[in-house]
Nanobody
Framework: QVHLEESGGGSVQAGGSLRLSCTAS????????MSWYRQAAGIKRELVAS???????SYSDSVKGRFTVSRDNDKKTLTLQMNGLESEDTAVYYC???????????????WGQGTQVTVSS
């Protein structure tokens, strides 16, 4: 069984920083694209940042220049460094990974349980 474990959420004042981590574990063949999503109360879940296995990154316009996404392929870990946090960043943040469980299987999406980030102004 594949599991994504997130950590690092919490509460911070506007302008502060937080670092989120996500680790994939379990019986799996490969981890492909990894991403962070977030969902604020009453709002549809949105893509925040992604990184490919080769290290190519992409960001939503709302976080570009403030957040940095990275990964460690050997440790199967995804990280989101969030600086210059704003109240609009308050949301539950979810780790997402496209994972192939065996060499013969297609990749499918797996999700972490979510971690709350609260930014007070």
């Amino acid at each position: 069984q594949v599991h994504l474990e997130e950590s690092g959420g919490g509460s911070v004042q506007a302008g502060g920083s937080l670092r989120l981590s996500c680790t994939a574990s379990g019986l799996l063949f490969s981890v492909e694209d990894m991403s962070w999503y977030r969902q604020a109360a009453g709002i549809k879940r949105e893509l925040v940042a992604s990184v490919t296995t080769g290290g190519t990154t992409s960001y939503s316009d709302s976080v570009k220049g403030r957040f940095t996404v990275s990964r460690d392929n050997d440790k199967k870990t995804l990280t989101l460094q969030m600086n210059g946090l704003e109240s609009e960043d308050t949301a539950v943040y979810y780790c997402n990974a496209k994972i192939r469980r065996t060499i013969l299987s297609d990749s499918r999406d797996y999700w972490g349980q979510g971690t709350q980030v609260t930014v007070s102004s």
